[in-house]
């Protein structure tokens, strides 16, 4: 993939009520956080979403804040954001299996999460993905969040008043 490509060709999602976004960001490289962060916050805005932002130690602790934060029931969508670089061991294998699997399962509890989380060989990949102007992976975590909520609230008040399953 082409440094300054990226692939979220969708469409932005156009929403009538407003949209309260938590990014759950792991700034265990700050420089690449912060570019992910500016990508999200960027593609939240271009679709009028509010945008809160809390820090946790690393990626394995996304799932578990999102867990927790969906327990407030104060936010339409989610987005994970972070970066996972390869070192000596096989703990980059845990850290990155784990942390996307729990954002997965959340995701088919019902949670609607975007998984901005990098997992690269070298910081040179890392730095690539999180560039706005470049493969952008904050604001398409962002965009993936945004077109959950609104499938959401889509099917929502399509099953409004219907007491049964169709
Ligand atoms: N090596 C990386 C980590 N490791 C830390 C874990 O995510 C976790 O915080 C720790 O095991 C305590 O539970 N985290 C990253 O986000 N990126 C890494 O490259
Ligand atoms: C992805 C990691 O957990 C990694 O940064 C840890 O480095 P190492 O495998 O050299 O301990």
Not at 15 to 40: E, H
Not at 70 to 82: I, M, N, P, S
Not at 101 to 124: D, F, H, K, M, Y
């Amino acid at each position: 993939m082409a440094a300054n490509e990226t692939h979220y060709t969708l469409a932005l999602p156009v929403f009538d009520k407003p949209v309260k976004l938590l990014v759950v960001v792991a700034p265990y490289y700050k420089d690449i956080a912060d570019n992910l962060v500016a990508g999200a916050r960027a593609t939240a805005a271009a679709c009028g979403a509010e945008v809160e932002v809390i820090e946790v130690p690393g990626a394995l602790e996304v799932p578990t804040a999102i867990a927790l934060a969906e327990r407030q029931a104060k936010f339409d969508g989610y987005v994970a954001l972070g970066c996972v670089i390869r070192g000596e061991t096989t703990h980059y294998d845990t850290v990155c299996n784990d942390s996307s699997r729990a954002i997965s399962l959340l995701g088919l509890q019902g949670a609607c999460i975007g998984n901005g989380i990098l997992t690269v060989e070298n910081r040179a990949q890392a730095e690539v993905r999180a560039d706005p102007a470049g493969q952008n992976k904050g604001g398409g975590a962002a965009a993936a969040a945004l077109h959950l909520v609104a499938l959401s609230r889509k099917w929502a008040t399509q099953t409004k008043g219907i007491g049964f399953r169709a």
